[in-house]
């Protein structure tokens, strides 16, 4: 599917990832970007081509309105997200919990069910949705994100199986460490939101339905591939030895 002339919907679209999906699209040729945030007046409207949407995921009625006006949608971009730092066993109550499933799971799910019609009416078009590598394993002191990622990946797999049959491309993302308000408590080098999105347009573009789109990313990959059952057994150590390689690596932050 080209970005040259298609029509996007981008969550999360006033800060961060989604404010360079935008940009990015505007210069690919997107003919029309609808840019979502919660607070719509946030939206830059920096290209004729942009429209800012008023969308938060926890609001079905807020999602089913959007599917409604943006009936000309061709390419959904489902990339807002948040993070939960707490552990799994002592926290006050669930409520981070549920709301982290609630953005990062049941928001997506629901976008992905609100615009299927919309993309098959409009010649199936395609889903993009912005996972992370804690998706991949388990992020100590981030479990309850690590899980609404890994639940939102095969949510992924599904939709793709499922919406096969109208021809929609489905392809998933697992970013690194991106220079943005989510990572900046981490002191490692982050590649910027704009190297990302124009990663994950191209490689959507050829048609990849998994996209690793920087090196920590393919790093993660990688040992998980060779050393699966170190990876999901002993995280804490696993995530030292990739983040020691990573800050000794000559392309930390590519
Ligand atoms: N930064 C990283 O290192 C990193 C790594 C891997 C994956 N990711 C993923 O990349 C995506 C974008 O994150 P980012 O790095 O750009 O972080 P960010 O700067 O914190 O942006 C998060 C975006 O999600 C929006 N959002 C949060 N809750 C929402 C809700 N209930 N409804 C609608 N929008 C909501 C935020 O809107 P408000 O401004 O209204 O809060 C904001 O636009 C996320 O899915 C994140 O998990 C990020």
């Known amino acids: ?13 006033n800060r961060g ?5 935008v940009e990015t699209l505007a210069k690919m040729g997107a003919a029309k970007i609808y840019a979502a945030a919660r607070d719509a007046q946030e939206i830059e409207v920096a290209s004729p081509a942009v429209t800012a949407v008023p969308l938060d ?28 730092i707490e552990n799994l066993m002592d926290p006050p109550d669930d409520a981070a919990f549920r709301e982290v499933m609630e953005v990062n799971y049941f928001g997506p799910l629901t976008m992905c069910r609100a615009f299927a019609p919309v993309l098959k009416h409009n010649g199936g078009g395609g889903i ?10 388990c992020v100590p002191g981030a479990p309850a994100y690590s899980a609404s990622k890994a639940a939102a990946e095969m949510m992924s797999h599904g939709v793709r199986f499922e919406l ?9 993302v697992y970013p690194g460490y991106v220079n943005t308000r989510m990572s900046e408590t981490f002191p490692v080098k982050k590649v910027s939101p704009s190297t990302i999105a124009a990663r994950c347009l191209k490689a959507f573009e050829k048609g990849e339905a998994i996209i690793y789109p920087d090196l920590f990313s393919r790093m993660t990959h990688d ?10 057994t002993e995280p804490q150590a696993a995530v030292v030895q990739l983040v020691e390689a990573f800050v000794e690596h000559p392309e930390a932050g590519t």
């Open 164 to 172: 096969a049959d109208q021809g929609t491309q489905v392809s998933i």
């Open 128 to 137: 993009l949705n912005i996972l992370s590598m804690a998706a991949m394993m």
């Open 57 to 84: 995921l926890t609001k079905p009625n807020q999602i089913e309105a959007a599917a409604q006006r943006c009936q000309d949608v061709t390419l959904l971009i489902n990339n807002a997200g948040m993070t939960c």
């Open 17 to 21: 990832i989604g404010k360079a999906f």
């Open 1 to 13: 599917m080209k970005i040259n002339g298609s029509v996007v919907l981008v969550t999360g679209a």
């Open 223 to 232: 040992k998980l591939v060779n050393e699966t059952e170190f990876v999901q």
